[in-house]
């Protein structure tokens, strides 16, 4: 009889930083959740933020917001985890990816431990590598463990595109693969407008075309993570906007093709590791990830991303 009786929808957010407040507000704005649960080492800052996202309760939806510890991860549909170190002064990439999988070494043990059945989303970066350490850690099945991947750098693409051919980004299909970072890929052989490769919309439309302009909005897409660090510190509400996109699926089991990091074998010869492919998202997580037919280009740059994240995990010991 018990089984019946359906529970509250609950999401743990492990990490209260710029990324994980702006996503909890974002969640409760949405309406999606009627719990959330936050949790992060700095019990100060996740206390404030709490207290600050609770006066939002009674003019939006309602919701049940608390700061928690792991235990009140038990039931959550999906925990996501922002929580990370930053970058300390001089410290290189790999230095900082070292200490995030340490924190995760600690983290996910205890997210597991007290929700096995679960989905857990991460956005800590490096995010591709961070997953495939999540879902080694966690013993859990490849479906349940998911990346943010590039979710944000699909979508800061389409709203580049969308600027310059004038239509609304939903409209425009275009996906960045591989990994969230330098190395990502754009597919613009399968690229498209209502079906109309780019070329053939442009001429339709008596706009020029020109591959060298397209490709300096890609640049833009991939660096723009630097350009806004540069100017506000952190990047947040894309983010934000990605992640509850992820959980939205999942919550309301979709079946949405989203770009998210999960386990990829047997690709273009890429095996075990974690990156962004078009994936079908829905309650169960990563339902189906969809094998683009990709050109010998893009093919090539997706191998190199693979094997430098593949390369990445094994200098961290995974
Ligand atoms: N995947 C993406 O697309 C994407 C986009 C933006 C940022 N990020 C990444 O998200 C992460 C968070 O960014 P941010 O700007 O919110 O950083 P932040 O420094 O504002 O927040 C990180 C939070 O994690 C907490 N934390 C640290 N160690 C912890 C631990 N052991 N247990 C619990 N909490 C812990 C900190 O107290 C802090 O509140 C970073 O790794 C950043 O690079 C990812």
Redesign the pocket.
Known sequence: MDEQIHRPVRVAI?????????FAYALLMSGLASEIVI????QK??EGEVMDLNHAVPLAQPVRVWVGDYKDCVGAAVTVI?????QKPGETRID?AAR?VE?FG??VPKIVENNPNGIIL??????DV?SYATWKISGMPKERVI???T???TARFRFLLSQYFGVDPRSIHAYIIGE?GDSEVPVWSAANIAGMRFPAYCEQMGLGCDQEALNHLFEQTRDA?YQIIERKG???Y??AT?ILRIVEAILRDQGTVLSISSLIDNYYGLNDVFLSLPTVVDRGGVERVLRLQLDDQEAAGLRRSGQMLQDLARKLGY
């Open positions: 492990i990490g209260a930083g710029n990324v994980g407040a702006t949790i992060d080492s700095n800052k996740a922002t929580a990370g170190a930053a900082l995030n924190i600690q983290i991460v956005a800590t970066n490096p995010v961070l990346g943010s991947g979710i944000l750098d969230h993570a952190s990047t947040s894309a983010v990605g």
